[in-house]
């Protein structure tokens, strides 16, 4: 029963910390206290502590750190966390560790998304206005991913709903 009463506050207290994320309309959204194109790497790490692990990979995600395992913050799995050449989080992509529906994030995030696919046939939800990604696993209803960004700007729209 103990366990059971456990994974009931954990998903209400996930509920919560979700519903609290609260868009703007020039603002990338929030995840933990961590804002893309505003939060620093020295941040992060004063934040959440030693990364499981520092990466360069080239390119555009070429700077970033890793935690997972024994480092995994509350409520995921896996988190990484993209810097810029001066050290901006620019991008972060967090694996959640509850399972997480479609029909849960339309509830807490809205329909103002635009619906993609990708090449390798995963469905995701763009939410332009405030720089969230949600990538849904093959079967399109369980949550894979959320990735964090900053807001698109400009007139280009992309707002819509599907």
Known sequence: MRVAQLRIISWVLLIAGVLL??????????????????????????????PSKEFS???????????????????ALETNFFFNKHGISFRIDVFPARE???AQVKRIFGKNYVERVTRS????????????LVFF??????????V???????SKGGGGTR
Do not use: C
Request: glycine share 12%; hydrophobic share 30%.
């Open 57 to 75: 990979r080239g390119g555009k995600l070429s700077d970033g750190i890793n935690y997972k395992g024994d480092e995994a913050i509350e409520g």
């Open 148 to 154: 964090f960004t900053e807001p698109e700007t400009g």
């Open 121 to 132: 046939e995963h469905i995701f939800f763009n939410y332009t206005k405030v720089g969230m």
């Open 100 to 102: 997480i529906t479609r």
């Open 137 to 146: 696993e093959k079967d399109a209803n369980l949550v894979l991913t959320f």
């Open 21 to 50: 994320w609260v868009p703007s309309q020039s603002q990338a959204k929030s995840w933990k206290g961590v804002t893309p194109g505003k939060t620093t790497r020295k941040q992060v790490i004063e934040k959440f502590g030693e």
